[in-house]
């Protein structure tokens, strides 16, 4: 988990944050800002883009690791003023399909 705070200097500045996230787990991204003139976007190790959102002061995305490797997210201040900007990145393995979940009435009693 990271947790990063920065001052984004005048238009079209960037900020890049670089993670390397390992196949079959589940990134989730969520940037925040004094401005709605941003863009987000993030890309997978093969330089494919994941997701591009902007226009907003606050942005998430949950995504699928396809590819293993180095992810980048890049945040680009549309501002011609200084701005703040808090961005928040999670990864791990989780689930949204709670069906699948192990629970109690799959244990066996314990042997010994």
């Known amino acids: 988990m990271q947790n990063i705070q920065e001052d984004h200097q005048g238009k079209n500045s960037k900020i890049f944050v670089l993670n390397y996230l390992s196949l079959s787990h589940v990134g989730?991204?969520?940037?925040?800002?004094?401005?709605?003139?941003?863009?987000?976007?993030?890309?997978d190790p093969?330089?494919?883009e994941i997701d591009r959102q902007m226009g907003e002061a606050k942005m998430e995305k949950k995504f699928d690791v396809r590819n293993g490797g180095q992810?980048?997210?890049c945040v680009q201040n549309q501002?011609?003023?200084?701005?703040?900007?808090?961005?928040?990145?999670?990864?791990?393995?989780?689930?949204?399909?709670?069906?699948?979940?192990i629970t109690k009435k799959h244990l066996k009693p314990v042997e010994v």
């Open 79 to 101: 501002e011609t003023r200084e701005i703040k900007v808090e961005i928040f990145l999670q990864t791990g393995e989780w689930t949204d399909d709670f069906n699948k979940v």
């Open 46 to 48: 093969k330089g494919r």
């Open 71 to 73: 992810h980048q997210i």
């Open 28 to 43: 989730f991204v969520s940037m925040k800002s004094d401005s709605s003139r941003m863009i987000m976007s993030i890309n």
